[in-house]
């Protein structure tokens, strides 16, 4: 069965990145009989913290009790991710990176052993056979233009999804939402006809 990944990353009730990806998702899922969708709000996950870097760096049976319930929502959140075969992100572009909820995300899914080794030839991923799409929602333009060198959030999700093995990624840009209302909704317009594409290739 193909599962979803929706992981959604705003804090915002009226989050375009959230509408936006949600809207993929349902999409994609309509298109693939028996589908699933497995969805993460990003915005309740806890930063890691000293418990769970000592924890990780230990073999499951040497862990405290302590520290087995410091990894358990990392192992979780690495189970869903290495099950899935589609991943849909949400996320803004805050100060020119990524929401620091999806950050977090990150930090939770990053785990030697589970989703990348060390090998005698340097760091290999793990969680291969993936296709990602990111929706990137920001108030300036940043796909193009003088600002794209400013733009660290995809060449930041592409070095870590790809250190983690996964190289299908696809960014759908809902941009330029602050240059007033006529050129956010073309934006939005424009994401959700893309959106409508990529499901319809699906
Ligand atoms: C704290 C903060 C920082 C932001 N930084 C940027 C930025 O660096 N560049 C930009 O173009 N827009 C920036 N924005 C605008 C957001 O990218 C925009 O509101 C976007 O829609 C947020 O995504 P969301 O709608 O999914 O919450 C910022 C917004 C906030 C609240």
Do not use: C
Request: zero cysteines; hydrophobic letters at 45%.
């Amino acid at each position: 069965m193909s599962s979803i990944l929706l992981l959604t990353s705003s804090p915002r009730a009226e989050s375009l990145s959230t509408t936006i990806a949600t809207d993929l998702a349902g999409k994609l899922q309509a298109q693939k009989a028996g589908s699933a969708i497995v969805r993460r709000d990003l915005t309740v996950l806890p930063h890691i913290d000293d418990l769970f870097t000592a924890a990780i760096r230990k073999p499951a049976d040497a862990r405290s009790a302590e520290e087995a319930a410091a990894v358990k929502t990392s192992d979780e959140l690495v189970n869903e991710l290495l099950a899935a075969d589609t991943i849909v992100i949400g996320t803004g572009l805050i100060n020119f990176n990524i929401y620091s909820s999806l950050k977090t995300w990150i930090d939770n899914v990053a785990r030697a052993g589970l989703t990348f080794k060390y090998t005698e030839n340097g760091p290999v991923g793990l969680a291969t056979g993936k296709k990602v799409y990111v929706v990137l929602a920001s108030g300036g333009v940043y796909s193009q233009g003088p600002a794209a060198a400013m733009n660290h959030a995809v060449p930041y999700l592409k070095s870590v999804l790809g250190f983690l093995g996964i190289t299908e990624v696809e960014t759908i840009y809902v941009e330029g939402l602050a240059y007033g209302p006529e050129a956010a909704e073309k934006a939005i317009g424009a994401a959700k006809a893309r959106a409508e594409e990529i499901a319809l290739a699906a």
